[in-house]
């Protein structure tokens, strides 16, 4: 009996964290007439309180039909977020799991501070690297085009992090073993190393990627061109007397990150626990 | 250099010089530049420190994100230890972890629609408080903003702590607790003398990655209230774009590298923490 109130408690909690969804969710399947005499006093100033249901009264998928037919510059959006997305996690795989490998794995001249630097690295803000960001971009003609919000991210130092922590975990002693059975470092590290640590692998990759679907500052700083934004920029953007389009895009928005949430929740908190926690 | 060392310096080489080119070289240019006038690059000194040392906007900024990181972070602590030690052994924990999780994979972008609908002049909230009886705020335009930046930030952070708590608890023996009751130790005693001793290096981390993750809440903070916000929420990050904005470079050079020298400290007590053994 002692354990109910606290239980109720955090399944109260749990229901506010959750709540946003279920807005979102409701408030796409909501047709015009409906939103717009629910949030009119937000909307469009009318009297009166803004008040909201639980679940739409007639649901309709008719905003979703609409933002997927009559908005052409929602695809380009949405296509752009993909493609920072994906370019960034690729990038950070290709060049991060090697480099993970190496500081787990070797021994070398100034290892130490090198890895100091980039934990370092990994916690400043974008704030605070913003200057040297845009200089850089600038040097190189990058700013307003994709690659320039791509490649520095790629080189973040935060996966490397997580997948160091998992390959030190490999046990040396297969990898000794296979060494006498006469494989390379590049064999062992494709065939023993990157098996045994593809758990922190897509760790990384789940962290990374529920960050970068969320690009808000590097967009904003670095690409004056608004067709090049990413979801993350236009969502905001939409004017509010187009509630059932804001809805609608929103949701499109979540859902590929609560996806992914879903699918790799256990690697994300493995992830989690990694990125803190020293075994 | 031995072979072994050459192999393990090949595989961190790639993301090394990415590292150097798109941060570290340019970063080395931002403290170079901070010594320096923004216009004709002429040496001035600690000039520029001076400047933003004694800028009202500055102090002001300062001041907010003490205050919010103050006020946060213990609060955090507290909220998600209570949890975590409450789910623990607990057979709704798995579901309600989830729930207290997935807030990190909702997109930014995705809340603001909500925020603006509940915390309008009109909104949700003020509904709330009307049909209770009690006068609503204009809660984006008032003092309260600060507090809904808090609640962001609770919001999106609680699960990502609950589940570092919980690995953190889940490492204390069973057998300790046992023990403990056999001598006569009530459920109080044993939070008192074996949990929160066994929890103490997992605070500190958690607290050090809090105070990182709070860097983030600029995200909700921008996208809701625009450029120039309620004073209460004007946080360094505020500054740093408006200063880019403005191009004053010279400032923002100097800001960068004391935000910076802030963070390395926070890093290397950090890293005495993990127990400093990289190799």
Redesign the interface.
């Given at each position: 009996m002692k354990k109910i109130l606290?239980?109720l408690f955090?399944?109260l909690?749990?229901?506010i964290?959750?709540y946003?969804?279920l807005?979102?969710l409701t408030?796409s399947l909501m047709a015009d007439t409906e939103l717009s005499s629910l949030?009119g006093?937000?909307l469009k100033g009318s009297k009166?309180?803004?008040?909201?249901r639980l679940l739409p009264m007639m649901p309709t998928l008719k905003h979703y039909a609409g933002l997927l037919l009559d908005s052409p510059e929602f695809f380009v959006m949405f296509w752009n977020s993909v493609k920072l997305t994906a370019g960034i996690l690729a990038g950070q795989v290709l060049?991060?799991i090697?480099?993970a490998?190496?500081?787990a794995?070797?021994?070398?001249?100034l290892?130490?501070a090198?890895?100091?630097?980039?934990?370092?690295?990994m916690?400043?803000?974008?704030?605070?690297?913003?200057?040297?960001?845009?200089?850089?971009l600038d040097r190189l003609h990058l700013l307003n085009t994709h690659a320039g919000i791509i490649?520095?991210a790629?080189?973040s130092?935060f996966p490397?992090f997580i997948m160091y922590r998992f390959f030190c975990g490999v046990p040396g002693s297969i990898l000794e073993a296979a060494q006498i059975d006469g494989a390379g470092?590049l064999q062992i590290?494709l065939h023993i190393g990157l098996p045994l640590g593809s758990a922190g692998v897509v760790s990384a990759v789940v962290l990374s990627f529920?960050e970068y679907?969320?690009l808000?500052?590097q967009p904003l700083?670095f690409l004056q061109d608004k067709r090049l934004w990413p979801?993350?920029?236009?969502?905001?953007n939409i004017s509010?007397d187009r509630a059932g389009i804001?809805?609608t895009a929103?949701?499109t928005?979540?859902f590929p990150?609560?996806l992914?949430?879903l699918s790799g929740?256990d690697y994300?908190?493995q992830g989690?626990?990694a990125?803190?926690?020293?075994e | 250099m031995k072979k072994r060392q050459m192999t393990g310096i090949l595989f961190v080489l790639p993301s090394l010089i990415g590292v150097c080119i798109f941060v570290l070289i340019p970063f080395l240019d931002v403290i170079r530049r901070s010594f320096l006038e923004a216009v004709n690059s002429r040496w001035v000194g600690i000039q520029n420190y001076l400047t933003v040392f004694t800028n009202p906007a500055f102090l002001l900024a300062g001041k907010n994100t003490l205050r919010f990181v103050g006020i946060c972070i213990p609060l955090l602590i507290v909220l998600s230890l209570s949890i975590a030690a409450f789910l623990n052994r607990q057979a709704a924990g798995g579901i309600l972890k989830t729930c207290f999780l997935l807030p990190m994979a909702i997109p930014v972008a995705s809340v603001v629609l909500l925020w603006r609908v509940l915390f309008h002049n009109s909104g949700l909230l003020n509904h709330l408080l009307h049909s209770l009886g009690y006068a609503g705020t204009d809660w984006m335009n008032t003092g309260f903003a600060f507090w809904i930046l808090v609640i962001s930030y609770l919001w999106r952070n609680l699960g990502y702590n609950i589940v570092l708590w919980m690995a953190g608890l889940s490492s204390i023996p069973v057998s300790l607790y046992e023990a403990a009751r056999v001598d006569g130790a009530g459920s109080f005693q044993c939070f008192l003398k074996i949990t929160m001793p066994g929890l103490m290096p997992t605070l500190f981390t958690i607290s050090v990655l809090s105070l990182l993750n709070s860097f983030k809440v600029f995200r909700e903070g921008y996208l809701v209230a625009g450029d120039y916000p309620h004073e209460s929420m004007y946080l360094l990050q505020h500054l740093f774009n408006n200063w880019f904005r403005d191009l004053s470079l010279d400032k923002m050079a100097a800001g960068a590298v004391t935000c910076a020298a802030v963070i390395f400290a926070l890093v290397l007590i950090l890293k005495k923490s993990w127990g400093g053994e990289e190799d």
């Open positions: 606290p239980l955090c399944f909690l749990a229901g964290a959750c946003p969804i807005f979102l408030g949030l006093p937000v009166g309180y803004a008040s909201f060049v991060g090697p480099a490998w190496g500081f794995k070797y021994r070398f001249p290892k130490k090198v890895f100091t630097l980039y934990i370092l690295l916690m400043m803000p974008f704030q605070v690297t913003m200057l040297s960001n845009y200089l850089v490649l520095p790629a080189f130092t490397v470092p590290f529920l679907w969320n808000i500052e700083t979801l993350s920029l236009y969502l905001p509010l804001a809805f929103s949701v928005a979540l990150a609560v992914i949430f929740q994300l908190e989690i626990i990125s803190a926690i020293k | -």
